[in-house]
């Protein structure tokens, strides 16, 4: 059958041969989870702690959270299923004036995942223009890129600020997007906001920014902040001490707040613009009422001991950090926040490597070629308050192992050590 054939052709294709290999040779791919217990999963028989959670600030498990959806439900049901063009709970504009002030932005929108907002806002504000995408950008954002570019937008990669400086210079007249990550989503690491917003600024271009990572997490530099995190865990933004004029700030509530939602803080004139032009405000089912409930309620728990949490978060990310530099193991972060890459020696094979985590009961997130460059095949740790120091005593341990026996890359000259 053609469908079957198709399915061929996918498996063939050398773009999907590594995630093909690792959802057939391993137990990472497609896991089914029968039960979890704070931060340990069970899938089938075999209990494994889990270090892939992007949960970070264990709101998924917060009982207060969990408390209020109950009410919700039964005010909203299930699902409102209306298309937000058509009507919006009053859930909808209590988070975004909630969200504006926690951001210190002038508006904001929210809608279901941040791939959509991707794939429908920035060929919106792309228009005829130009969009400039860092090269180490999520493939969500080149994707939104792509479908820009098939709308009558010019596409270009960048990989340096210079190289930046260069395709700014030379962009033709119209509306020029720069697209890029704020905390990476691999590395863990934070860019220099403020010298990207320089360089836009100066060409009157416009900086569109996915923090995904960094929302929930860092946030506005204080004298009282618990954690180099800063406070609040309000963006990459007021972590930079940079103002909302000139930027596009992505983010969402599906990592930190554990909830099915994302936003955009912007000027409510575009506010505006986008109600009657992004498909998913005109046309998309809206998120669930649990995941809009479980947002509100993560706003009172991140102002009551958000950023006790974000300190415990810091300590124990910094324990793993500090053994894996004490190990002198290569890690690309050096930032300091809670994702933790940690590349596999070039002489490896991600599939043993991941059978040996299996065994000794570690679920992490695999990251294979051509997800990575070849130098960067690996794994990921993610850290989360939710965690404890005996789970982290236990990576320790395991990672003291595998570096014994030669699976992790050495330090490189010039990371952090």
């Not at 709970?89 to 932005?105: F, M, N, Q, T």
């Not at 002038?106 to 060929?123: E, G």
């Not at 803080?265 to 575009?270: D, E, M, Q, Y």
């Amino acid at each position: 059958m053609r469908a079957e054939h198709l399915a061929t052709e996918v498996d063939l294709d050398p773009r999907y041969s590594g995630i093909a290999r690792l959802r057939t040779e391993t137990r990472f791919y497609d896991a089914v989870i029968d039960e979890i217990d704070g931060r340990r999963i069970r899938v089938g028989d075999h209990w494994l702690t889990d270090w892939a959670s992007c949960n970070y600030l264990g709101f998924d498990l917060e009982p207060q959270i969990i408390g209020a959806v109950e009410d919700q439900l039964r005010a909203w049901g299930t699902h409102p299923s209306w298309s937000r063009m058509l009507g919006n709970p009053r859930l909808y504009p209590l988070i975004e004036e909630r969200l504006a002030d926690l951001l210190g932005a002038p508006d904001t929108l929210v809608l279901p995942t941040i791939t959509q907002i991707h794939l429908s806002v920035i060929p919106v504000l792309a228009a005829q223009g130009t969009v400039l995408v860092d090269a180490r950008a999520h493939k969500t954002i080149w994707d939104g890129c792509v479908f820009a570019r098939a709308q009558g937008a010019t596409l270009s990669r960048f990989r340096t600020l210079d190289e930046l400086a260069t395709q700014l210079r030379s962009a033709p007249a119209g509306p020029v997007l720069v697209c890029m990550d704020g905390v990476n989503s691999m590395t863990g690491n934070i860019p220099d906001v403020g010298r990207y917003l320089d360089l836009c600024r100066a060409h009157g271009a416009v900086l569109y920014i996915d923090d995904a990572h960094g929302f929930g997490v860092i946030g506005e530099r204080r004298d009282d902040e618990t954690s180099p995190y800063g406070a609040a865990g309000n963006s990459i933004i007021r972590y930079a001490g940079e103002s909302y004029d000139d930027v596009v700030l992505v983010g969402g509530f599906s990592k930190a707040y554990s909830s099915l939602l994302a936003f955009l803080a912007v000027p409510t004139v575009l506010k505006n613009r986008l109600k009657a032009s992004a498909a998913p405000y005109l046309y998309s089912g809206p998120s669930p009422t649990a995941s809009l409930a479980t947002v509100l309620a993560g706003f009172d728990v991140n102002a009551e001991r958000g950023d006790k949490l974000r300190a415990e978060l810091y300590r124990m990310s910094m324990r793993v950090l500090n053994h894996v530099r004490g190990l002198g193991l290569f890690t690309p972060n050096t930032d300091d926040t809670p994702i933790i890459e940690l590349p596999i020696a070039l002489d490896r094979d991600l599939v043993d490597v991941s059978s040996l985590l299996w065994e000794r009961g570690l679920f992490v997130t695999l990251a294979p070629y051509p997800g990575v460059p070849r130098d960067q095949v690996g794994f990921r740790v993610q850290v989360t308050a939710a965690n404890t120091d005996e789970q982290i005593d236990d990576l320790n341990a395991v990672l003291s192992e595998l570096a014994a026996d030669g699976v992790f890359q050495e330090a490189r000259e010039g990371s952090a050590s």
